[in-house]
Each structure stands twice: as C-alpha cells, then as structure tokens.
C-alpha cells in the first residue's frame, strides 16, 4: 500500500500461469480445466493497443485530419508495451466475487490448481 493509504478495494487477484511449471499445457486449456473445477476465471485483458477499435480510431477521417501521417504511421511503435503483452498472455484473473468466500472456498481454488498441475501432462496430451 501507498504510504498514508489505510484501505485497499481489491477487486481482482491475478496471478501469472507460467506452462513450464504444468507440462506445458496451454493457458488455455488451464483456464478450461480451471473452470471445469468449478472455478470462474479469465485471461484478462489482451493488448488494448492492438484492438480493432484504435485502429479504426487511426484511420478515421477525423484522425487523418488532425494528425500528420508521420505521427501516425509511428503510433504503433510508440505505444508498443512488451511487458503488457507478455502480462497479458500469463495472466489468469480471478473476479472479486471469487475473494469474497470463507477460506475454504480459498482452499478449494487451491486444491483445483493442484489437480490441473497433477494431470497437466495427460490435459496437455488431449
């Protein structure tokens, strides 16, 4: 927490789903697998500077005319972020309402990462 910070709202629990550690299955498949153990989780976000929406933005009449070509023929380049798009490709994301239970839900979503992790091999083959 920041300093004078005396509250935190903490409406996601993220964490980074590394393949190496579990047979190299797919964090797709993870995910699946997660789910299908009852667990509600996602990807997260992908890169928002790659979405359809930003390039449209870019190549809107609008843009043409406020924006020298030189700018935004570099864009792209400007607003690379390898760290995000790494983040969002390690990421599993567990929603709020996940961390509103009792310690034993804490512990199932625990013991179904253990499951995954101890088939990952036969999940990864399939």
């Given at each position: ?20 550690a579990?047979a ?103």
């Amino acid at each position: 927490m920041h300093e004078g910070c005396t509250r935190n709202a903490w409406h996601l629990y993220m964490f980074r789903y590394r393949p190496q550690a579990f047979a190299d299955l797919p964090r797709a498949r993870f995910l699946e697998a997660l789910r299908a153990e009852g667990v509600p989780c996602s990807s997260g976000y992908t890169p928002l500077d790659r979405q359809p929406f930003v390039q449209a933005t870019l190549a809107s009449r609008a843009y043409q005319r406020l924006y020298p070509k030189e700018v935004l023929a570099g864009w792209a380049e400007r607003n690379r972020c390898p760290a995000n798009e790494q983040l969002c490709e390690e990421a599993v994301w567990l929603t709020q309402t996940m961390l509103l239970g009792p310690r034993h839900d804490m512990d199932d979503i625990a013991a179904a990462i253990r499951k995954i992790h101890a088939s990952a091999a036969e999940l990864a083959g399939a």
